[in-house]
């Protein structure tokens, strides 16, 4: 039982790059969720999903991109990166929004 | 809109010291409210949660929080620290049909031997 896991684990990109974020489940959760964190800022919900073939924007969305096409994993793409976009960034899952959300172990996203 | 207030940045406290760890939320319904610990480099992981009953609720680690409805807080305790407790700690808040958490800013937690 993995849990949550990311991939990759870290990414250095330039400005104007894109790259994909991998999150998978074996939980079989319904829900899952992209954060992002910043010093300070605490962890800002990207986008979030309640169910396989579903998406929503969440607290930032802007510059990103998520689909959910089977229901153990949540891509989170940016299309253009940008230096604003350097952080850690986490995926969750959960059954539902009462119960515990199970974390992965982050990707640590520099762009250049 | 569900907010939620962690009122310190960072608490220092002595080895084998008390510490209360403060957050307060703001929901004009029912809230469920949790608290997160984030050891360094690693993942969020659950420390304790409130959804309905009893107001203190004791969670993992020796770690407790008591839910106050008055006073909008749900503050999390431990009567004596740990080095290994030193870690960032998130309260979050939801509510009866939202679909997503609120997390607080966050508070670094430091053990001093």
């Known amino acids: 039982n993995a849990g949550v896991t990311q991939t990759p684990k870290f990414r250095v990109l330039k400005t104007g790059q894109s790259m994909t974020l991998l999150c998978a489940q074996d939980?079989?959760?319904?829900?899952m969720y992209w954060y992002r964190q910043d010093p300070g800022m605490g962890l800002r919900l990207i986008h979030y999903?309640?169910?396989?073939?579903?998406?929503a924007k969440g607290e930032v969305p802007d510059g990103y991109n998520v689909s959910r096409l089977k229901k153990q994993n949540f891509l989170l793409g940016l299309e253009s990166a940008a230096p604003s976009q350097t952080s850690v960034y986490f995926c969750?899952?959960?059954?539902?929004?009462?119960?515990?959300?199970?974390f992965g172990p982050g990707t640590r996203l520099t762009v250049l | 809109a569900q907010s939620v207030t962690q009122l310190d940045s960072q608490v220092p406290v002595f080895e084998e010291a008390p510490v209360e760890l403060r957050c307060n939320y703001s929901?004009?319904?029912?809230?469920?409210l949790f608290w997160y610990v984030q050891y360094p480099n690693q993942g969020l992981q659950l420390l304790l949660k409130?959804?309905?009953?009893?107001?203190l609720v004791k969670g993992i680690n020796g770690f407790e929080a008591e839910f106050n409805k008055s006073q909008t807080s749900f503050h999390l305790r431990k009567p004596s620290v740990h080095i290994s407790d030193t870690a960032e700690y998130f309260c979050?808040?939801?509510?009866?049909?939202?679909?997503?958490?609120?997390f607080g800013q966050g508070t670094r937690l430091t053990i001093n031997p």
């Open positions: 969750a899952s959960s059954p539902d929004t009462y119960n515990e959300q199970f």
């Open positions: 939980m079989n959760h319904e829900y």
């Open positions: 999903s309640v169910g396989e073939g579903t998406t």
């Open positions: 929901s004009s319904v029912s809230v469920y």
């Open positions: 409130y959804l309905s009953g009893s107001t």
């Open positions: 979050a808040v939801t509510q009866w049909g939202a679909q997503k958490l609120v």
